[in-house]
């Protein structure tokens, strides 16, 4: 089974967790359709409670083992919490994908919705 997830951090290309999508397919630039916060201290936090801005990344389709990699990665469910939402591409299209929320809100607010730390 495929899914869709959309990164926002050091998943994305040229960042340090990068290598944990280098087999799966990329689908483009991203952003979200709704505006949350994006927070960040040396890793970014998208916190779903507050709306800010979109926030900013990429589409990659992951296979069954490559989404389990990610979990694990991001601790889903006990520190980041993985659910479906709705993202624009650069073509403005509407793709629904898997997103890694943070329940509290950490670090430094990054009001461009972008996170650009490497």
Do not use: C
């Not at 959309?6 to 397919?25: D, M, P, W």
């Not at 991203?30 to 916060?37: D, G, R």
């Amino acid at each position: 089974m495929e899914h869709t997830i959309f990164v926002y951090g050091t998943l994305k290309k040229g960042f340090s967790n990068h290598y944990l999508l280098e087999g799966s397919e990329w689908v483009g630039a991203a952003k979200t359709l709704e505006k949350y916060s994006l927070y960040a201290s040396g890793i970014p936090f998208v916190f779903k409670g507050e709306a800010v801005s979109h926030i900013y990344g990429e589409l990659y389709r992951v296979d069954e083992l490559t989404l389990k990699i990610i979990d694990r990665l991001e601790g889903h469910p006990e520190w980041y919490r993985r659910e479906k939402d709705q993202f624009e591409t650069k073509e403005g299209r509407t793709v629904t994908a898997w997103l890694y929320f943070y329940p509290e809100k950490r670090g430094k607010l990054v009001k461009s919705g972008r996170y650009e730390q490497r």
